[in-house]
């Protein structure tokens, strides 16, 4: 349920970071400050969530 509202704001959120600064300030650097920050945290918060669900489910007895 909680996916539902959070994946969309998160999503609103993150696109007002990357247009709205150039727009307002005039730069192309923060967009790509933005992009090189995205492609970094990406693969790591798909680890981290992986691991989470993983230890959540076997701290509830859940097999995975």
């Given at each position: 349920r909680c996916s539902r509202y959070y994946t969309p704001a998160v999503v609103?959120?993150?696109a007002l970071v990357a247009v709205v600064?150039?727009?307002a300030f005039g730069g192309v650097w923060w967009l790509c400050s933005r992009?090189?920050?995205n492609a970094f945290l990406v693969?790591?918060?798909a680890m981290l969530a992986a691991m989470l669900v993983f230890?959540?489910?076997s701290l509830l007895g859940v097999a995975v």
């Open positions: 609103v959120v993150a600064p150039p727009l992009l090189a920050l693969p790591f918060l230890l959540s489910h």
